[in-house]
């Protein structure tokens, strides 16, 4: 008997940290890149001639705005209720930390979490995050203090691109109705390659110094920083918060 009761202690042990609170839902948060061509032999995402091979951007100070379940229940339109923010739930204590987030790998656009928690059950319209310099890689790693490297080729030329700048996004959701967070729901923002290409000539980059690499960055070493700044001026429009259910 005290065995069979010791079992059940452990048992409702489990279920009490696996089950969220009342009003929160379990959830996670991953980051992915989409869009492009990836029909080439080296199997990388091209987009307007730039063809990607890697793409990393870091991330931190994450927070989340949705309309509450309790309102949605009680039949206010979406549109006439005053939006929350996820402060001190799990999820966004996780979602503020530093991540270097590698979007694309070897050519291959892939998923990686972002953060993982209980947050309110609602709809989720709105996601705010920092992108900022990248601390979590080796100070030796070219991507050290970099918010945004993406490496790839421009017409066979190797090529990068590459910031230091800190900015923050905001982040909106697909749907109109925003992203429904209940029970267990994850989403996901996605950074469309298409939207952050967006009229982005990259026949006009050039490798100024000649040193085998065009390189567009902020400091214009190359002479690309009117194809730098496109490129950062797209970046909030490119990010969209999804539902990854």
């Known amino acids: 008997m005290a065995f069979l009761a010791s079992t059940a202690l452990i048992s409702c042990t489990e279920d009490s940290d696996t089950q969220p609170e009342d009003g929160n839902a379990n959830s996670r948060v991953f980051a992915t890149a989409a869009g492009g061509s990836s029909e080439s032999a080296n199997a ?17 100070e994450m927070e989340f705005r949705y309309a509450a379940k309790a309102d949605i229940d009680a039949g206010i339109d979406l549109g006439s209720i005053s939006l929350k923010t996820n402060l001190n739930s799990s999820l966004q204590s996780s979602a503020s930390e530093t991540n270097s987030l590698s979007l694309i790998a070897s050519g291959d656009s892939q998923s990686e979490l972002v953060a993982e928690g209980e947050t309110p059950e609602g709809n989720y319209t709105e996601a705010e995050f920092l992108l900022k310099q990248n601390t979590e890689v080796e100070s030796s790693d070219p991507k050290y203090n970099k918010s945004v490297w993406i490496e790839g080729e ?92």
Do not use: C, H
């Open 154 to 245: 421009i017409d066979g030329t190797q090529a990068i691109i590459w910031s230091e700048t800190e900015k923050t996004i905001e982040a909106m959701a697909e749907s109109s109705n925003g992203v429904e967070v209940e029970g267990q729901g994850d989403m996901e923002l996605e950074f469309d390659m298409e939207k952050l290409f967006d009229g982005v000539n990259f026949s006009l980059a050039g490798d100024g110094n000649a040193d085998g690499t065009i390189e567009i960055g902020p400091d214009g070493e190359d002479g690309n920083a009117l194809l730098y700044s496109r490129i950062m001026s797209n970046m909030e429009s490119a990010v969209t918060l999804k539902s990854r259910n």
């Open 44 to 60: 990388r995402v091209i987009v307007n001639g730039f063809s990607t091979s890697e793409f990393t951007v870091a991330t931190g």
